[in-house]
């Protein structure tokens, strides 16, 4: 079992930053890929962004490619987003997931272990 914890969301104008943090209650590394998803009102629940068990591979989805980048610490079992850029279509509850799966899959239903989700918006 692990529980995650995402932190960091807020309030942003367009074109400004933000770093989500998500903390695990034990160790991930070696074990999960750890990813971040993203729904906004009346969306289905979307792929951001994935980083490997090792810490060596990352995915990302197009829409936030060159603007967001994932990176674990595995010394604080703590996986980050950082957001750059962003803008008004970011706005999304962020949620952090685990998953003990062999492919770094964009599919949320791979995904064993979710967190509560913290709220991004960016205003225009």
């Known amino acids: 079992q692990v529980q995650l914890v995402e932190s960091g969301g807020g309030l942003v104008q367009a074109g400004g930053s933000l770093r989500l943090s998500c903390a695990a209650s034990?160790?991930?590394?070696?074990?999960?890929?750890m990813g971040w998803f993203r729904q906004a009102p009346g969306k289905e629940r979307e792929f951001v962004a994935v980083?490997?068990?090792?810490?060596?591979?990352?995915r990302y989805a197009d829409s936030v490619k060159g603007r967001f980048t994932i990176s674990s610490d595995n010394a604080k079992n703590t996986v980050y987003l950082q957001m750059n850029n962003l803008k008004p279509e970011d706005t999304a509850v962020y949620y952090c997931?685990?998953?003990?799966?062999?492919?770094?899959?964009?599919?949320?239903?791979?995904?064993?272990?979710w967190g509560q989700g913290t709220q991004v918006t960016v205003s225009s």
């Open positions: 997931a685990a998953g003990s799966i062999l492919a770094m899959t964009p599919k949320p239903r791979e995904y064993n272990y």
């Open positions: 034990r160790r991930t590394a070696g074990t999960y890929h």
């Open positions: 980083i490997s068990w090792s810490g060596g591979s990352t």
